[in-house]
C-alpha cells in the first residue's frame, strides 16, 4: 500500500501488517480487527479512527495524531507512541505491555531538566505523548514508558502499571486530585513524580521506587508498600493506616504529621527520615516506629 496520500485510501485490512503508511491520513478510517503489527504509522492522521481489536504491536506511532481514535481492546505491545496527540482516545481493555510514549532516549535529559529546573518544570516535557483525557480503563500499561505524562485528566481505573516507568509523571494536583484506589503499580518507578492529595488507598506499591516523588497529603491506608523504595520522597500529612511496610525502605523521607496508625510489618531502614512528629529517627533511636504526630496522638490515633 502506497503511503502519504491527501485523503483517506482504501483500506485492504489484509495487507497492513508492516505496511509503510508514514503520513497517511486515515483520519475516520475503519481498521477493526487489522493486524498492524510492525507498520510504520509516523506522523500519520488517525483521529477518530475505529482501531478497536486491532493488533498494533510494536507499531510506531511517533507524531502522530490520534485524538478521539478509538483502541477498545487493541493490543499495542512495545509500541512507540512519543509526540503523539491522545487527547480522547479511548485504550479501554487495550494492552500496552512494554509500550513507550517517550521518544527513545529523551527521558533521561528530560529527567535532568526537571531536576535543575525544579518541579515546576514537570509536564512541560515537549517530546512526550498528549494524553489529556485518554481513557486507560483496564488497560494493560505494565511496563510502559510513561515518563513526563501529565495524566491529572486521564482515566486509569483498572488499569495494570506493574513496572511502567512513572518517571516525573502528574497523577494529580490541587485541582484534580487522582483517584487511584486498588490498582496495580508494583515494581513501578516513581521518580519526580507528583502524587499531591492522590488516592493510592489499597493499591499494591510493593517494590515500587519513589525517588524524590511528592505524596504530600495523599491516601494511602491500606496499602502494600512491601520492599518498595522511598528515596527524599515527601509524605507530609500523608495517610498511611493499616499499610503494608514489610522491608520498606525510608531514606531522606519526610513523614511529618504522617497518620499510620495500625500499619503492618516492619520497615527495613530510617536513615535520615524525618519521622510523623517532625523529629529525625536518629533522635528516637533510630527509627519511627512507635512514634506518631501531635494530631494522631491527640485523636487516640
Known amino acids: 500500500m502506497s503511503a502519504h496520500h491527501a485523503s483517506v485510501p482504501a483500506i485492504d485490512k489484509d495487507r497492513l501488517r508492516g505496511a509503510d503508511l508514514r503520513g497517511t491520513d486515515l483520519r475516520g478510517a475503519d481498521l477493526r480487527g487489522a493486524d498492524l503489527r510492525r507498520a510504520d504509522l509516523r506522523g500519520a492522521d488517525l483521529r477518530g479512527a475505529d482501531m478497536r481489536d486491532t493488533d498494533a504491536s510494536e507499531v510506531d506511532f511517533t507524531g502522530s495524531r490520534l485524538n478521539s481514535t478509538d483502541f477498545r481492546g487493541a493490543r499495542l505491545v512495545e509500541a512507540r507512541l512519543g509526540r503523539a ?112 492529595g492522590a488516592d493510592l488507598s489499597a493499591a499494591d506499591l510493593s517494590g515500587a521506587t519513589f525517588v524524590d516523588t511528592e505524596l504530600y497529603l495523599a491516601s494511602m491506608s491500606g496499602a502494600n508498600l512491601t520492599r518498595a523504595r522511598l528515596i527524599g520522597a515527601l509524605l507530609l500529612e500523608a495517610d498511611l493506616r493499616g499499610a503494608v511496610l514489610i522491608d520498606t525502605v525510608f531514606l531522606r523521607v519526610d513523614l511529618s504529621g504522617l497518620r499510620w496508625h495500625g500499619f503492618e510489618g516492619q520497615p527495613a531502614s530510617w536513615e535520615g527520615t524525618r519521622c510523623p512528629d517532625g523529629m529525625l529517627a536518629s533522635e528516637h533511636g533510630g527509627s519511627c516506629v512507635g512514634v506518631f504526630s501531635q494530631a494522631e496522638s491527640m485523636r487516640g490515633r
Open 85 to 196: 496527540l491522545l487527547v480522547d482516545a479511548d485504550f479501554s481493555d487495550a494492552n500496552l505491555e512494554g509500550s513507550s510514549f517517550s521518544d527513545e532516549g529523551s527521558t533521561e535529559e528530560y529527567l535532568l531538566h526537571v531536576y535543575l529546573q525544579g518541579r515546576d518544570a514537570v509536564g512541560a516535557n515537549p517530546t512526550n505523548a498528549d494524553l489529556t483525557g485518554a481513557n486507560f480503563t483496564n488497560a494493560n500499561l505494565a511496563r510502559a514508558d510513561l515518563a513526563g505524562a501529565d495524566l491529572t485528566r486521564s482515566t486509569l481505573t483498572g488499569a495494570d502499571m506493574r513496572a511502567a516507568d512513572l518517571s516525573a509523571v502528574m497523577f494529580s494536583n490541587p485541582r484534580r486530585l487522582g483517584k487511584y484506589h486498588g490498582m496495580r503499580f508494583s515494581g513501578a518507578t516513581f521518580r519526580l513524580a507528583t502524587l499531591f
